[in-house]
Nanobody, 115 residues
Framework: VQLQACGGGFAQPGGSLRLSCTAS????????MGWFRQAPGDKRALVGLETSGGHTTYGDAVKGRTSIYRDREKKMVYLEMNDLKFEDTAVYYC??????????WGKGTQVTVSS
């Protein structure tokens, strides 16, 4: 299974961010898909995660200005974050939890919020 993310780069404070991620693997079925992020010197933290039951959980730092949604047929997950702050600067990782219990991570994409 490979997770390929698209998007990232530079954004301005108060702006918006959109990322997408596609899971490859014909037999792969995800129980959950979402996004984590890691800033320099920090631990990897939850951005948002949607389970197969449709329940979505967001990290406290992004709650209220972030949406994630899945396209199960296309094996994709999307992230949209608004009102960006300097502290949103991080490497964003796509994540998938397989039905076999395995964790899968994308390589990460850098997002830098700068004026």
């Amino acid at each position: 299974v490979q997770l390929q993310a698209c998007g990232g780069g530079f954004a301005q404070p108060g702006g918006s961010l959109r990322l997408s991620c596609t899971a490859s693997g014909d037999d792969f079925v995800a129980s959950a898909m979402g996004w984590f992020r890691q800033a320099p010197g920090d631990k990897r933290a939850l951005v948002g995660l949607e389970t197969s039951g449709g329940h979505t959980t967001y990290g406290d730092a992004v709650k209220g200005r972030t949406s994630i949604y899945r396209d199960r047929e296309k094996k994709m997950v999307y992230l949209e974050m608004n009102d960006l702050k300097f502290e949103d600067t991080a490497v964003y990782y796509c994540y998938a939890w397989g039905r076999d219990g395995a964790n899968h991570w994308g390589k990460g994409t850098q997002v830098t919020v700068s004026s």
